[in-house]
């Protein structure tokens, strides 16, 4: 899973090759310290099929702002080339669920 920040984003979301989910998260969030293990090893298990970017929104606010990131964990998912996300999953969700609906994304 990358790490992306205000400085990175551009590049590692809007220049990707291929769809990106974006994972927006907090250090003192509780649901995002259960769903991170299981996004990391969503983002292992389709390397090459998506990237799984992670923006800490403490330490990007900025970015939190722009996507209006009210509440953690929230997920924004992009076409490549794309710099407006096209599906956006807000709140705590198991590991099959999440799947389904990034399945879902790609197969449009």
């Known amino acids: 899973m990358t ?3 205000t400085t990175n984003f551009e590049t590692e ?4 090759d291929l769809p990106v989910v974006v994972y ?3 250090t003192w969030c509780q649901s995002c310290k ?5 996004m990391e ?3 292992r ?3 090459g099929r998506y990237r799984m970017v ?5 330490a990007n606010p900025e970015l939190a702002d722009k996507y209006n990131i009210l509440s953690t964990p929230t997920m924004l998912l992009f076409r490549p080339g794309s710099t407006k996300p096209e599906e956006v999953q807000v709140g705590f969700a198991a590991r099959p669920w999440v799947e389904q609906n990034i399945e879902r ?3 449009r």
């Open 13 to 16: 979301v809007f220049n990707s």
């Open 54 to 58: 992670k923006v800490d929104i403490g």
């Open 24 to 26: 927006f998260w907090a």
């Open 3 to 5: 790490i992306a920040e």
């Open 34 to 38: 259960m769903m991170s293990p299981h």
């Open 105 to 107: 994304f790609l197969s």
């Open 45 to 47: 298990d389709n390397a």
């Open 41 to 43: 090893a969503m983002a």
